[in-house]
């Protein structure tokens, strides 16, 4: 049986033993999976239950509606002030993703030798058995053979299981798509004010401006939602952005056009008013930072950054520059966020951006203070390894195929580096004998078919995922895993955390089909693998339930995890007590960072260009945007949000696109130095002539993925990835990804 | 004039659609058909670059002067006289699409598996309970709101750009525009 031939007849069989009590699917998944077989016994009932979100990080809380046994509708906690009882489309869709036919059900091998995108691997059902037996004699065999560093993998550092299986195997190859999100935001926070935060206090700012960042129109709802209540409040907002129907440019009292990868010279330009003007919090930067020790430096530095030399740059106004930059300093709370991608992975002056944005904030003298970005104040839930200490992990090389150990900052962070992989894999043929990909696309890297022909040449590959999507075709076992609401966890809030707050995540619903949370799947493959490191020390297996109850005691949540499920949230809430030191090592905040000195890269925040600027074979600007009803590549398959928006197209001026004979709806040929994609042109008035816009997370290749499959084409064909010569080449203290750092042609097909 | 309305400030309609997933789950509306009782209509007005662009959620505006109630052969429409909710009986909808034809806002929904067609109602069920719609209580900026027309009609006006005549069907909604 293969997944390609499932029919909604198989999926009801298979789904049998999942759908026990259940009487009626919802109504809106009708002509899916029609009815489900009633048992009838059980008597109808319903349940309302509390869980958290997990289609982005920030978790918003919400209540599940579960009839007979079947989740029918998700509403958001009132009590949670961090979604405040809203919730965003990807969030409203859940029985989407839940009930969505095209899951992966069971373990299943691959028949077909050939591995390549577009060609059906000829999946045969398998026992988690014989998966789990086949992928522990795999790893142990490469183990053995060609050492812990042939093994590679692409998986986030966490959560902490995850982390204990990847230390069990030892490697230095393991790869995560930081780099194109935040890892540059995250070296420049750690330098600078001593950590990487996500909180920004939105609702009690007076000034928000805002450099490409627009987590509104992602709709992520900790921010939408802030967001809209400073402006309610009479906050002003300030959005530059070269598209304004960006969601942050839609909602902001000025949406100002700024050309792309220019960002960084109008904040300098900022910075250089604020200083020479006298304009910024005097007591908090001569109190909490390195100013006073630097200042003839600092003031040095930022002098020929003028608003006048940022307009040849920018585009945006010398005398708007010099305006808002007064406003800012002088009608705080004052704030400007930088989340994740945009600014700190979109170009490769990124890093420099996030830094510069970063000092602007430290200026306004509001970090750690209210309307600012501040450091979350969490429960400290130990993780598997503090419960059950593992035997000593065996060391790793330190040394990994892209060369992040020759970057003293990537390498202490030793994440992110996705834009770098081909180009690893390219130099060190062979080197990689098994891959364990979890939960990611090739549709998350740039230049993806250079990516898949690398990861093709790997012998021998699992994938854990909740979706067929086309990475799967790359992989030889591919184990299914199961939602998050059929699964327990708790979690720590860390988006909005003014106070402590905890909310569970708890199963909905019993795990569908075969599927098995990922908790369960590292145990069991970790018990095959590496069996001293997933014991007791009385020689019993983990047992993850009893490490959940551990975690809520010591985490002073409740007496067990069956506790924390029936209070569902937890806030421990406490006045607001803004620091007066902060985590770095002199316990002040770095304007100057010596640290990067040292390291021979520039202590302040240094004009330069963006990677790849318009020419005449490329004389366009590419842009990205997730669209908000979307989370990257997905959800995409979602018959829910697939059907408010499943495919893409190409936003163009409606004046340039005139002016190379492309009407509405043509079919145009976008092109860069790397790749080509043909979408269909919507002309619009809300982008700036010299730039294109794409939507990303679509043209998914799978055809697997019934309703996200051949819909659109994907914006990451157009981008080019790197290697870390180039990061050190231009002296990248913070490793871009350059994520948006293409140009482009456009004509009529 | 019907008792309740939708309200939608255009400063605050980022159009991601929650509106729209909220509708679709709360009110078991099937999927794949287009059938889509809300959705968001994006505007951008001006040329570059001075634009103004916003989105505007949209579903059934419940008409004072529904002129799909007028239309309809077979009774299938109708407004609840307690408040004017303009409800569609589908068991006797015969699916000749008359209201289709004369709603200037393309709110009554044709279901080709059905055969019939398939409209807002307000959360009629909710409202009942005393309840917001539920594109309402999710809005996550709190663009689309819901209440009396009393008090709607003194935070909005009645017409924007690209909206059809107000005084043809007198429909229940009001805009706070956009500013700039």
Not at chain 1, 367 to 373: A, C, E, L, Q
Request: glycine share 8%; net charge positive.
């Amino acid at each position: 049986m293969t997944l390609h031939d499932t029919t909604r007849r198989d999926f009801l069989k298979t789904s049998g033993t999942a759908f026990a009590g259940a009487a009626v699917l919802p109504g809106f998944l009708d002509g899916v999976v029609r009815r489900a077989a009633a048992p009838g016994a059980e008597a109808a009932a319903t349940s309302q239950l509390v869980s958290a979100c997990s289609w982005c990080g920030s978790a918003c809380g919400f209540k599940a509606t579960v009839k007979d046994g079947v989740l029918t509708f998700v509403e958001g906690l009132p009590e949670d002030p961090q979604g405040g009882g809203k919730m965003c489309a990807k969030g409203k869709a859940a029985a989407g993703y839940l009930y969505d036919p095209d899951r992966l059900k069971y373990p299943m091998k691959r028949t077909n030798p050939v591995k390549k995108i577009g060609v059906d691997p000829g999946w045969v059902k398998i026992s988690w058995d014989e998966a789990l037996d086949t992928a522990a004699a795999k790893l142990k065999e490469t183990i053995e053979k060609n050492g812990r560093d042939s093994v590679l993998v692409l998986g986030l550092p966490s959560p902490d299981v995850w982390a204990r299986f990847v230390n069990c195997i030892g490697t230095s190859n393991r790869f995560d798509h930081w780099d194109e999100c935040f890892l540059a935001n995250r070296v420049v926070s750690a330098n600078v004010i001593g950590g990487f935060v996500w909180c920004h206090d939105f609702a009690n700012a007076k000034y928000i401006v805002t450099f490409g960042w627009d987590l509104v129109g992602k709709a992520k709802v900790v921010w939408a939602r802030a967001v809209a209540e400073a402006k309610k409040k009479g906050a002003k907002i300030v959005s530059f952005n070269p598209y304004k129907a960006a969601g942050t440019s839609v909602i902001a009292d000025e949406a100002i056009s700024i050309r792309p990868g220019s960002d960084l010279a109008v904040v300098n330009a900022m910075i250089h008013v604020i200083l020479a003007e006298g304009l910024y919090d005097e007591t908090f930067v001569k109190g909490l930072t390195n100013f006073e020790e630097h200042e003839t430096a600092i003031r040095a530095h930022f002098a020929p950054y003028t608003p006048e030399w940022a307009e040849e740059l920018s585009d945006v106004p010398a005398g708007t520059i010099r305006r808002i930059a007064r406003e800012f300093a002088t009608q705080g709370p004052a704030i400007a966020p930088i989340h994740k991608k945009t600014p700190s992975a979109n170009y490769a002056n990124g890093t420099e951006t996030s830094f510069a944005i970063t000092i602007l904030n430290v200026l306004a003298g509001t970090i750690d203070r209210p309307g600012g970005r501040f450091f979350p104040r969490t429960h400290s839930i130990p993780g598997i390894d503090a419960i059950v200490p593992p035997p000593k992990y065996p060391a790793k090389s330190g040394v990994d195929i892209v060369g992040r150990h020759a970057h003293p900052f990537l390498k202490a962070v030793g994440s992110g580096m996705f834009s770098c992989l081909a180009d690893g894999m390219r130099k060190n043929p062979g080197k990689i004998q098994m891959g364990i990909i979890t939960r990611y696309s090739t549709m998350a890297f740039p230049n993806p078919p250079e990516v898949e022909a690398e990861l093709a040449k790997i012998p021998f590959t699992v994938c854990t995922d909740l979706f067929p999507n086309e990475i799967i075709e790359l992989a030889d076992i591919v184990l299914p895993q199961s939602l998050s609401y059929e699964s327990s966890d708790l979690v720590a809030r860390d988006h909005h955390a003014p106070y402590k707050m905890t909310i569970v995540r708890q199963p909905l619903v019993p795990p569908m089909f075969e599927t098995k949370p990922l908790g369960a799947i590292l145990l069991a493959w970790g018990l095959k693998a590496f069996p001293e490191y997933w014991k007791n020390a009385d020689g019993t297996p983990i047992n993850m339930t009893v490490v959940l109850n551990e975690k809520t005691k010591r985490a002073g949540l409740g007496a067990d995890f069956a506790e924390m499920k029936a209070k569902g949230f937890v806030a421990d809430v406490a006045p607001f007590v803004p620091r007066t030191t902060f985590p770095t090592a002199s316990g002040k905040i770095n304007i100057y960072v010596k640290a990067f000195a040292d390291a021979g890269f520039e202590p302040l925040p240094t004009w330069k260009q963006k990677r790849d600027v318009p020419s005449d074979a490329y004389p366009f600007y590419l842009l990205t945007i997730i669209p908000p009803m979307q989370i990257r590549n997905t959800t995409t398959n979602n018959r829910i949000v697939n059907e408010i928006k499943g495919t893409n197209e190409v936003f163009i001026n409606v004046q340039t696109a005139r002016g190379l004979g492309i009407a509405e709806g043509d079919t145009v040929k976008v092109r860069s130095r790397v790749g080509e994609i043909q979408l269909p042109a919507r002309l619009t008035e809300a982008i700036r002539p010299d730039c294109v816009l794409v939507p990303h997370g679509f043209g998914h290749q799978s055809r697997l993925m019934t309703q996200a499959y051949g819909k659109g084409a994907k914006d990451a064909v157009l981008v080019p990835g790197q290697s870390m010569d180039d990061i050190l080449a231009r002296k990248d203290v913070g490793g871009s990804a350059c994520i948006m750092d293409a140009v482009v042609s456009v004509s009529k097909v | 004039m019907s008792t309740y309305g939708f309200l939608v400030d255009l400063g605050l309609c980022i159009s991601c659609s929650a509106c729209e997933a909220a509708c679709k789950t709360w009110n078991n509306v099937p999927t794949g058909r287009n059938v889509r009782w809300r959705r968001v209509i994006d505007q951008v007005l001006g040329v570059w670059p001075k634009v103004s662009a916003y989105g505007v959620s949209m579903a059934c505006n419940h008409c004072a002067d529904a002129p799909c109630v007028k239309a309809c052969p077979s009774g299938a429409l109708s407004v609840r006289a307690a408040d004017g909710i303009v409800l569609l009986d589908a068991t006797k909808c015969i699916g000749c699409r008359y209201c289709e034809s004369v709603c200037p806002y393309g709110a009554p929904q044709y279901d080709e598996t059905e055969k019939k067609m398939s409209k807002c109602t307000m959360c009629v069920d909710r409202i009942d309970a005393g309840r917001a719609p539920a594109c309402v209580e999710t809005c996550p900026t709190g663009a689309l709101q819901f209440g009396r027309m009393a008090d709607l009609d003194r935070l909005g006006v009645r017409q924007i750009p690209n909206f059809a005549d107000p005084s043809y069907s007198d429909p229940s909604i009001r805009f706070v525009p956009k500013e700039g």
